[in-house]
């Protein structure tokens, strides 16, 4: 008897609703549903990346057994030994060193917002740190960063289906094509209707192709743009002043630090004439309702939050808050990473962003949870290795790190580093669904169900709660992630326990005044409840654009202008590293690809060891033809890739999709930091390419490589081949 | 006269939804039951990438095919407003492939599993058959997120040069006799 399961899918910030078709207690297809922001259309992964669930074994292998490293090996053992191994090495290292020696990750993926709840719960009471974040460190913080400071809230002001109905839309860093194809259809159906579209971004990128103008800017140069359209729409009077006096502070320092940023100053840095700011700027200001949508071509640099609060300003400076299809829309990337961030799997806050070192916060949760809560802001996942590697007293290193749901031994920068430190940790707990590399470091693996094997909430790139659940029966010794950090909770000696996600989710809402009004029956009712949603009753049916009538989620009400000096990435090319590396995403592959290496269809169509992007001048330049093996050197490391020419990149420049583990692109990428949000610069650092004249030597690495790890991942059977 | 899906670049995104659909369709959802090496991956149409277009390309079902016409075995036909490989005839000859104007067609391993007399793969022509026999028509249509692939019919056709004639009537009638 087969049945369907209306989900929602576990790909990008997107939020898809979509049905699983099950037979026999397998799934056999997926079709899609008429959600909110997908009205019945799904992308290649919505389709076709459900298949990961029946363990087709094409990169790593399903984890379905608890494992304990023993004498240097991975031995399988029982659920108990494994809770009270963790709980015990957990309880010494902490008495021995202190609560903050230990760190623990939240998951932007399968997982949902229930256990990400009850890991940062875990964290804080349990532990007794703040050491806790996720992946949104490395993709979206600069824009939680950033418009917390402009705006008083860090999420998509916009909601997804907005967009279409703008009259202009600013895309800058941000390729929708490939990373939510189902918010390019939104960008397409704007153009349709007949809205300007004005992108900044070094690559012609699908968006580019069909946009009114294309600002083929620079890397590294956004805040100069940015700086120099607030200058020209200032000079030239398009200034909304009166939403300006009755809603921000800061202008007129603004308007100081701006003025030395005409088109003419900025010409230089951004690689684009005067003219073309200036035209963009007045387009901008003048449309009647324009919205800005960022990707990680504005976060992923070490000067990130400024360009997010200067982006956040020039909606300021042209009144663009307070209706629909208007504002900003930092997109964020994964399917929950928006939730992660919800749920207070960040150093600084708890649920619903209230601070940690907000006395009346903490102790709101000190009584709820019945124990002490740490005030300081804990470390953010990407000083880990700093952390384990360059601190010298014993009692201010980290000595564990429990990483749930994540691969830092793929997805961080700098990946040597990564790995050394995950070396040098005393005890490194993985809890995840797949072998990854980052397991290969760990000393206890814990395993749990995936997507499609549990219920519970998702939050969407625009602020929408929607409802996952359990299609399929997991196969094997598995738990669920929040009963796994119970249990481990427990036998530390703080007792948690939970019926069902719904009683978790409970407990969050009556702790978290902004989403207290998003119950699971209203979820049900509505399909999607987008926060804030403040109140229980069916009248308030959450919020779908934020800063309504100007009203800024700051205490005073007003949004703040923000403005700086332009700064260099931090590493240039030169003479031995001539061309610049950007990292970019595959459009049928995610994150390190632990489940869409694993679809059959997703890998037949691209698959190891990945691409990199360059202009065909530079191609002919070094003598490279379109899928010839190439080797690509950084000062960090070296990957092997192959070559594919495109019109549309510019000379110097190259890119390399960082879901590939044999074409690794963080070997190389470099982890120069933002100082604020201390995410990684991995648009920008320099390398050079080496042609490699035995290419039949070069093709079996690569194929050696990918049996070598196939079988460190623990697939049995290598007979299947791989197709590269 | 023969239908044909057209892909319009300014809806299409290049995500390629429509080339594992048009696999899916053809080779049915039994390939996510078996080994990742047991079945072929061989898409009837393919994105093509330049600066400035991105849009499917698929063969046109021409009128006087080209590959038709060429084929010395008789292994492509017109059937149902549509033009097909008769894979079991098709000897490999590569002819078709170098007639084709569009590049709509490639050699492939044989999808039905059927081998040479020695054992080896048989390769044959492939090329977009409108999905004919499948239900729902054109998978690639069904699945692509942005609508950005139509099926044209001889209606379609008719309405839209019947549309233009009537718009440059309007327009003729505007130029005064000289």
């Known amino acids: 008897m087969g049945k369907q399961v209306l989900t929602t899918c576990p790909y990008c910030g997107s939020g898809c609703q979509l049905y699983l078709n099950v037979e026999n207690g397998k799934i056999v297809s997926s079709t899609p549903a008429n959600g909110r922001t997908n009205e019945g259309n799904l992308c290649l992964k919505g389709h076709y990346g459900w298949d990961y669930l029946n363990d087709p074994q094409i990169l790593t292998k399903r984890l379905t057994k608890p494992q304990i ?313 990407t000083q880990v290795p700093h952390h384990v590697l360059d601190v010298k007293d014993e009692k201010k290193k980290l000595h564990a790190y429990y990483i749930f749901g994540e691969d830092p031994g793929q997805s961080d920068p700098d990946l040597n580093e990564m790995r050394e ?197 530079d191609c002919e330049k070094l003598n490279l033809k379109q899928g010839e093996l190439i080797r690509v050197n950084s000062r960090r490391g070296s990957v092997m890739t192959r070559v594919m020419p495109t019109e549309r990149v510019k000379t110097g420049a190259t890119y390399m999709t960082y879901q590939w583990w044999i074409g690794a692109c963080n070997e190389l990428t470099v982890p120069y930091l933002d100082p604020v949000s201390n995410t990684p610069e991995s648009k920008y650092c320099a390398i050079n390419l080496e042609k490699i004249d035995d290419q039949a030597w070069a093709e079996k690495q690569v194929k050696d490589s990918y049996e070598s790890i196939r079988k460190n991942m623990g697939i049995d059977a290598a007979e299947k081949g791989c197709r590269i | 006269m023969n239908y044909f899906v057209k892909g319009n670049p300014d809806l299409c995104i290049g995500c390629r939804t429509c080339m594992i659909g048009c696999v899916v369709a053809h080779e049915g959802v039994k390939i996510f039951q078996m080994k990742p090496g047991e079945y072929v991956f061989n898409p009837k149409l393919d994105i093509i990438k330049t600066a400035t277009i991105t849009m499917p390309v698929q063969c046109k079902h021409c009128e006087n095919p080209a590959c038709m016409n060429v084929c010395a075995v008789g292994a492509i036909q017109m059937i149902d407003n549509a033009v097909m490989v008769l894979q079991d005839k098709c000897i490999g000859c590569k002819t078709c492939m170098i007639a084709c104007p569009y590049g709509a067609i490639n050699m492939v391993v044989s999808s039905d599993g059927k081998k040479q007399l020695d054992g080896s793969e048989r390769v044959v022509a492939n090329k977009c058959d409108l999905c004919t026999g499948i239900d729902g028509g054109p998978a690639c249509i069904r699945v692509c997120p942005t609508a950005a692939l139509k099926l044209v019919t001889e209606e379609d056709v008719e309405t839209s040069v019947s549309n233009k004639r009537t718009a440059a009537a309007i327009s003729l009638a505007q130029v005064k006799e000289y």
Request: aromatic share 8%.
């Open chain 1, 69 to 381: 490293r023993k004498n240097g090996v991975l031995e399988e053992v029982e659920w108990d030994e494994a809770i009270n191994y963790t709980a015990k090495r957990l309880n010494e290292i902490k008495e021995k060193y202190g609560p903050d020696s230990i760190m623990g990750t939240g998951c932007a993926r399968g997982s949902g917002n229930e256990a990400n709840f009850v890991m940062q719960k875990f964290m804080r009471a349990a532990v007794g740190t703040n050491n806790i974040d996720h992946c949104a460190r490395v993709c979206h913080a600069p824009s939680v960063a950033g418009l917390q400071y402009s705006l008083g809230s860090g999420a998509m002001s916009i909601s997804i289906p907005e967009i279409e109905d703008t009259k202009l839309l600013f895309v800058i860093g941000y390729n929708p094509a490939e990373s939510h194809p189902i918010v390019a259809r939104r960008i397409v159906k704007a153009k349709q209707k007949g809205a300007k579209i004005i992108v900044a971004d070094p690559r012609i990128t699908e968006t580019a192709r069909i946009s009114d103008m294309h600002l083929q800017l620079k890397g590294g140069s956004n805040l100069a743009l940015v700086q120099a359209m607030g200058n020209v729409i200032i000079a030239e009077g398009m200034v909304d002043q009166k939403f300006v006096d009755d809603h921000t502070l800061g202008y007129e320092e603004y308007k100081k630090t701006v003025e030395k940023y005409t088109p003419e100053y900025v010409e230089s840095i951004c690689h684009l004439p005067a003219e073309t700011i200036r035209q963009a700027a007045r387009e901008y200001a003048k449309a009647e309702r324009a919205a800005i949508l960022w990707g990680m071509g504005v976060c992923q640099f070490g000067q990130a939050v400024d360009v997010v609060k200067g982006l956040a300003s020039l909606a300021l400076l042209t009144g663009n808050f307070g209706g629909p299809s208007m504002g900003v829309g930092p997109v964020r990337g994964q399917n929950n990473v928006q939730g992660g961030c919800d749920m207070g799997a960040l150093p600084n806050c708890y649920s619903g962003y209230q601070n940690v070192t907000d006395d009346a916060a903490r102790e709101k949760f000190e009584k709820a949870w019945g124990v002490k809560l740490p005030k300081e802001n804990g470390i953010p996942l």
């Open chain 1, 421 to 617: 430190a995950l070396d040098k940790l005393d005890f490194v707990v993985m809890q995840d669904i797949y072998m990854n590399k980052t397991g290969l470091k760990a000393d206890v693996i814990l395993p749990a169900t995936a997507w499609g094997e549990h219920d519970g909430v998702y939050s969407s790139a625009d602020r929408g709660f929607q409802r996952i659940r359990k299609a399929v029966e997991p196969k094997g010794d598995l738990k669920t992630d929040w009963e796994i950090i119970c249990l481990v909770s427990t036998a530390m000696g703080y007792p948690m326990s939970y019926k069902n996600t719904k009683e978790i989710w409970d407990e969050m809402r009556s702790l978290t005044p902004s989403f207290f009004g998003a119950t699971y029956e209203k979820i049900e009712e509505l399909g999607c409840v987008q926060w804030p949603c403040r109140d229980e009753s069916m009248e308030d049916k959450g919020t779908p654009y934020l800063h309504k009538g100007g009203i800024f989620a700051h205490p005073n009400g007003k949004a703040n202008f923000f403005a700086t000096e332009w700064r260099a990435p931090g590493e240039i090319e030169d003479v031995e590293y001539p061309y610049t590396l950007s990292t970019v995403r595959e459009v049928g592959h995610y994150s390190v690809r632990t489940m869409t290496g694993n679809c059959r269809t997703l890998t037949n169509l691209e698959d190891e060891p990945g691409w990199i992007q360059m202009s065909p001048e």
